[in-house]
């Protein structure tokens, strides 16, 4: 048995390529790292790496991080500017027994240190989404944070062995230093291959507060199926936050158990996620809250040709 779960259409090409590896029998901690390193290099994908929106003070600042199921071990970053790859640092870091987690000019200075190369992360084609973004937004007295589409991959190979990684450029127009739910364990990802992983996108400030990755690898553990375990999480922390707190943003997550069965929950109108397996063929399935339960589908020709065309759009500036 192998497999792979992904957050977002964004991940298909990383999948595609990865999922090829692991049917390959080849170990799972590359095959999730190269899936997310190709969504970071590709400069359309506006939430993370290389061409990632910007704070509020013009700077890319990155999250990424990886787990390995096996060894519990991890590595994460936060707020890396201008380095390649993310999550390649994240691994690496997964390697050392402390310091594993490494923010702002300490995770620069390490990478750099370990041979990472040097990147500017800020392109044209960002700083014009910028402008746009603040015209529709704080030029009109509205909030701008919007914009958190983490990708968060999980990977099963033929050997039992299980990881996960994530990567993002975090809340767009957020503050310098802000960190969200995606570099910090048992919150953006989780990975145990006794039983399961997870990994989750939306705001970070309110993930963190269900430890929602954690949780649904927790209840796989005692017996629920992905699908329960995604459900039951993402639902029971919306109506705590709803409340106790008086809101929830967006909560979705993905989560796939160690016999290849995969889970989805949303409370959006919309999440897209990517998914392949030993029994299932490459799909990209969209997914929606229906009665406290998430229901999803294979997308057709025409929402694929859709997505194709938003992301490539020229970018309208007065």
């Known amino acids: 048995m192998w497999g792979m779960i992904a957050t977002w259409r964004m991940a298909l090409e990383g999948v595609t390529g990865s999922a090829s590896a692991l049917a390959a029998g080849q170990p799972v901690a590359s095959a999730v790292v190269e899936a997310v390193a190709a969504v970071e290099d590709f400069p359309l994908y506006k939430s993370v790496g290389y061409g990632g929106l910007p704070t509020e003070n013009g700077e890319v600042e990155l999250d990424a991080a990886y787990m390995d199921g096996d060894t519990l071990a991890f590595g ?35 990478a750099l240190s370990q041979g990472f190369a040097e990147k500017t992360m800020l392109t044209d084609r960002a700083m014009q989404h910028y402008r746009k973004r603040c015209r529709e937004t704080l030029d009109k007295g509205l909030s701008p944070y919007d914009g958190h589409d983490t990708v968060g991959i999980i990977g099963l190979d033929k050997q039992g062995s299980m990881s996960v990684a994530t990567s993002t ?24 291959s006794e039983s399961g992983a997870a990994t989750a996108t939306g ?7 269900g430890c929602t990755s954690y949780e649904i690898v927790r209840r796989m553990a005692q017996g629920m199926t992905p699908q329960q375990a995604a459900d039951s999480v993402v639902y029971e922390l919306e109506d705590k936050l709803m409340s106790r707190f008086g809101r929830a943003g967006d909560l979705s997550v993905v989560c796939m158990n160690n016999k290849g069965e995969f889970g989805a929950a949303t409370n959006i109108k919309t999440f897209s996620f990517v998914v392949a397996t030993a029994r299932q063929p ?37």
């Open 282 to 318: 490459l799909t990209v399935f969209r997914a929606e809250r229906l009665h406290e339960k998430t229901h999803y589908q294979p997308v057709d020709e025409t929402w694929m040709q859709a997505y194709t065309a938003r992301i490539r759009a020229p970018i309208e500036e007065e």
């Open 203 to 209: 705001v970070g400030e309110d993930l963190m507060k």
């Open 76 to 110: 994460a970053v936060g707020n890396l500017v201008d380095i390649a790859n993310p999550v390649r640092v994240a691994h690496a870091l997964s390697r050392q027994r402390y310091n594993s987690l490494l923010v702002g000019q300490g995770a620069r200075e390490w």
């Open 169 to 192: 450029s975090g809340l767009f127009m957020k503050k310098r230093g802000r960190l969200g739910d995606s570099p910090i364990i048992g919150s953006g990802f989780y990975c145990d």
